[in-house]
């Protein structure tokens, strides 16, 4: 089932650039049996071994805007940090139907998603960069989600980035966010008593990378539209579910 659930996650963020790391938690959660405070700490290793696996190709060929990262990256690293250790005080439920608002948020701008393009060559913002980093920060480590279908377009449309950039740009972002947060979460559990479940994580990682590259592979010789479509009522069920579960 781990395996199976990792791959379906990595050929998602393969296929369409983000939204599959919003599947991790869930996964934890219901197939792999992970407490809700664990699967969102797990999640953000999870996710950002995967983004940092990703990141290896765009690093040869050099399209990741390293002056973006810093802008939006280390903001929102503080912000992740933030996000992290509030999560740890207050009630995994609050934590999970704020996940669930932000799973039918993520389906919203799938089924409407369209090429994020800028007509015209626009300045960098850094002042708006940094804010929206620091937001997204919050998010992730809140809730344990990467924020890629929120960075990109930001990257975009504030930073100036052309999308192939922006979304590897965004992969390196979302890895440094995650393992930030991780990092918060572990702190926080192990003083708790809590003990990870190694072997499980590790084999969700290895899926996810390889099932980002299947993904990538294949979304260049299939229409991803579709497929998006389908995607974003997935969303929209699986975040029903979580609803009805926590409450």
């Known amino acids: ?9 990595g050929l998602s963020l393969g296929l369409f650039g983000s939204g599959g790391s919003i599947l991790t938690v869930p996964v934890l959660l219901y197939l792999l049996g992970f407490a ?15 983004s940092l696996g990703a990141s290896i190709p ?58 994020v393009v800028n007509p015209a060559p626009v300045a960098i913002n850094p002042v708006k960069i940094i804010i929206e980093g620091t937001v997204v920060g919050i998010i992730t480590g809140f809730v344990g989600v990467g924020g890629g279908f929120l960075i990109v377009p930001a ?5 100036g ?5 922006a979304v590897a740009t965004s992969l390196v972002i979302i890895a440094l ?5 991780f ?5 926080i559990l192990i003083a708790k008593g809590f003990e990870f479940d190694w072997p499980a994580i590790t084999v969700v990682i290895i899926g996810g990378i390889v099932g980002s590259y299947a993904g990538g592979w294949l979304g260049k010789r299939i229409a ?10 997935f969303l929209v069920i699986m975040a029903a579910f979580v609803l009805w579960q926590s409450l």
């Open 58 to 115: 765009n690093l040869t060929k050099r399209i990741i805007s390293w002056r973006h990262v810093a802008f939006f990256g280390i903001p929102g690293m503080v912000g992740t940090y933030a996000g992290a250790w509030l999560g740890g005080l207050l009630n995994p439920t609050i934590q999970l139907v704020t996940f669930a608002i932000l799973m039918l948020l993520a389906a919203v701008m799938m089924w409407r998603k369209r090429a």
């Open 1 to 9: 089932m781990a395996i199976l659930a990792a791959l379906i996650i």
């Open 36 to 50: 809700p405070d664990m699967a969102i700490a797990a999640s953000l290793l999870i996710v950002g071994a995967i």
């Open 161 to 165: 980035l052309n999308l192939v950039a």
């Open 224 to 233: 991803t539209a579709p497929l998006q479509k389908g995607f974003a009522v």
């Open 183 to 187: 990092f918060k979460y572990y702190e």
């Open 177 to 181: 966010k995650s393992f930030v947060g």
């Open 155 to 159: 990257l975009v449309l504030l930073g």
